[in-house]
């Protein structure tokens, strides 16, 4: 039914007698606004649906190389590889110790010829000379 034949079907449903009327103003509102936007919808479902589509061609082109690649490394005999000694499955010696690190991670470290100009606190300080050492050779450097 289109808008006119609705707008016909009010007005004659207008013509009866005041009890026998079943149509209202609001009905009629409410059909014309559905059958607008029906219209729109159904002109707008072919550029919808070709933007869905499009959105599913990329999704596709992006997901199945990643697949293959994953597939692909998944299947691969890690043994195989040239720096396979490298990690820690071929000899435990070569395990990360994130303890390790991050207690080691704020020292400082001198060596023999160090020249310290500056000292702030930035954690604990460890020397690679004994104090003998240290005394003698800022007694050389006096000299």
């Not at 080691?104 to 310290?116: I, P, S």
Request: aromatic share 8%; net charge positive; hydrophobic share 45%.
């Amino acid at each position: 039914m289109t808008n006119r034949s609705r707008k016909i079907k009010f007005f004659l449903d207008k013509m009866k007698a005041q009890e026998n009327q079943t149509d209202s103003v609001a009905k009629l509102v409410k059909d014309l606004i559905v059958r607008k936007a029906i219209t729109w919808v159904k002109a707008a479902a072919p550029i919808i649906g070709l933007v869905l589509l499009l959105l599913v061609l990329v999704v596709a082109m992006i997901a199945v190389p990643v697949i293959a690649v994953i597939a692909i490394l998944y299947n691969f005999d890690i043994m195989k590889h040239k720096q396979y000694p490298l990690l820690s499955d071929y000899d435990k010696k070569n395990e990360f110790d994130i303890e390790k690190y991050v207690k080691n991670r704020n020292r400082l470290r001198f060596k023999r010829n160090d020249v310290v100009d500056e000292v702030c606190d930035v954690g604990e300080i460890f020397a690679t000379m004994s104090s003998d050492e240290f005394n003698k050779s800022q007694n050389q450097r006096a000299t």
